[in-house]
């Protein structure tokens, strides 16, 4: 036997709205979100390692802590994007049986394998790369000698003066 059926309070509504929009066509598109957002946010990884001018021309001719984290920013910002892009290959399924709900069923799944599980590492990776970007140009920062500041200023100096 079973007790008395209780109404559907508010909470219980907006948990079911909110379950279905858990479908596999939104889950899906919201990986997609995620992928184009993570290509597009790239810039900001030139930004911190140019911005704040770590990729001066010639600042990593020399070899040091601030060359190799560009380095490794550069090459883990170009593997998201790899893993964002990859992940947003466009698949056709000719042979898909829409009729067969098993078939449906196993291709959304093998989508989710494939697509979720890269941009989660794509992602992983671009907040890496952000961290590595920043701590590259924070290294620039506190290892640029301050003769070196003051030879840029002082070379700029004249040339305002004679005008």
């Known amino acids: 036997m079973t007790g008395p059926v209780r109404h559907t309070s508010q909470a219980d509504q907006a948990w079911a709205d909110l379950a279905s929009q858990l479908t596999p066509?939104?889950?899906l598109a919201r990986i997609d979100a995620v992928t184009a957002r993570a290509v597009t946010t790239i810039t900001?990884?030139?930004l911190l390692l140019t911005g704040l001018g770590a990729l001066a021309a010639g600042q990593f001719a020399q070899h040091?802590?601030?060359r190799d984290?560009?380095?490794a920013a550069v090459i883990t910002a170009t593997l998201a994007v790899?893993?964002?892009l990859t992940a947003q290959v466009l698949t056709i399924t000719h042979r898909l049986n829409t009729d067969n709900l098993d078939e449906v069923r196993a291709w959304y799944h093998g989508q989710f394998r494939l697509r979720a599980r890269t941009t989660q590492a794509a992602t992983i990776l671009l907040i890496a790369a952000a961290l590595l970007a920043g701590a590259t140009a924070?290294?620039?920062l506190?290892?640029?000698p301050q003769s070196a500041k003051a030879a840029a200023h002082t070379h700029a100096g004249p040339a305002n003066r004679r005008a």
Do not use: F, Q
Request: charged share 0%.
């Open 69 to 71: 984290l560009a380095v």
């Open 138 to 140: 924070t290294t620039t």
């Open 82 to 84: 790899a893993g964002a």
């Open 44 to 46: 900001v990884i030139g």
């Open 142 to 144: 506190l290892t640029t």
């Open 64 to 66: 040091g802590a601030a």
């Open 25 to 27: 066509a939104a889950s």
